[in-house]
């Protein structure tokens, strides 16, 4: 029953994604957009606002998000190191070696993950899930853009410091951990241009994919079997070896194996890679994942 009502809100989460992407496949093939210039719009506008809004609405528990923050922390750790390794192994450009890492690191564990798990896992899940969220929300903007500037540590942390959404994650734990709030009508702007961030995205990943050539080579296979094999399994191995069990280590293990997010293409396009490789991946992965996350929560569950 479990499996049937998680495939339920999994086809929920992922069919209408689909379908905003195909109207920006439709739009890309009728007009010249710059991609540029939608993903500046996503990153210096609507992300900020999406970071700062999920921040001020999440409960934590200190006690149970410690181990999971450390499992995260390690796991993301070690897939940097081997999309790394794999890149320099592999001997392919600086820009693919980027998109690997973008889409090795970047998981869908917002709009995806979240309903996904709360209505597989409940409300207790949904709790576990969104630390996990937070944690990934704040490395993205702070440590993401200097791994991925690849300009020298100096560079790439000044470049980090001017992205409104390192700010906006940075207030959003302030606001977190003291009494003060927002007035309600800015929260409500806020929303309002969060909400943005998603539908932009899914249009600009359209546009690129109605411009690039849908051929899948090794990259974009290996890009989506780190993100729902080797993630996951690393996320099971770290949190068993941290003590993790039962609940907590079922939510660490499905986050992990969400797939390629599309906010990977946001990045990539910002601060240089190949967004072809990015968005035939993130493509390949979600409709991958289709198999691997109802496998793994009957695994899990079992």
């Not at 109207?23 to 992300?47: E, H, P, W």
């Not at 597989?120 to 500037?149: N, W």
């Not at 560079?155 to 009494?179: D, F, H």
Request: aromatic content about 6%.
């Amino acid at each position: 029953m479990a499996d049937t009502r998680a495939m339920t809100v999994f086809l929920t989460a992922v069919l209408p994604t689909a379908l905003v992407a195909i109207v920006g496949i439709a739009i890309g093939r009728c007009f010249k957009l710059d991609v540029s210039t939608l993903a500046q719009v996503n990153l210096y506008a609507m992300l900020p606002a999406l970071v700062l809004t999920s921040l001020l609405d999440l409960q934590i528990t200190a006690g149970r998000a410690v181990l999971m923050i450390a499992a995260f922390l390690i796991n993301t750790g070690l897939l940097y190191l081997i999309s790394l390794g794999l890149g320099y192994t592999l001997r392919i450009s600086p820009d693919q070696r980027k998109s690997l890492m973008a889409t090795t690191l970047f998981a869908n564990v917002g709009n995806m993950g979240l309903p996904f798990i709360l209505f597989s896992l409940g409300e207790a899940g949904l709790e576990r899930a969104v630390i996990y969220l937070v944690i990934s929300s704040l490395l993205i903007s702070s440590l993401f853009p200097i791994i991925l500037q690849g300009t020298g540590l100096r560079a790439s942390a000044q470049y980090s410091l001017k992205l409104p959404v390192l700010w906006a994650a940075l207030l959003g734990v302030g606001i977190q951990i003291t009494p003060w709030d927002l007035p309600n009508a800015l929260s409500q702007g806020l929303q309002l241009l969060g909400e943005g961030v998603v539908p932009l995205a899914l249009l600009t990943l359209g546009i690129q994919l109605a411009r690039s050539r849908f051929a899948l080579g090794a990259l974009e296979w290996i890009g989506a079997g780190l993100r729902l094999g080797v993630s996951p399994s690393l996320a099971y191995a770290i949190g068993r070896g941290l003590g993790l069990t039962g609940l907590d280590l079922q939510v660490l293990v499905l986050q992990a194996a969400m797939p390629v997010a599309v906010s990977s293409l946001i990045w990539v396009t910002e601060l240089g890679g190949d967004a072809s490789q990015v968005s035939r991946t993130i493509v390949l992965s979600t409709l991958l994942s289709f198999v691997t996350l109802p496998l793994l929560l009957h695994w899990g569950m079992g």
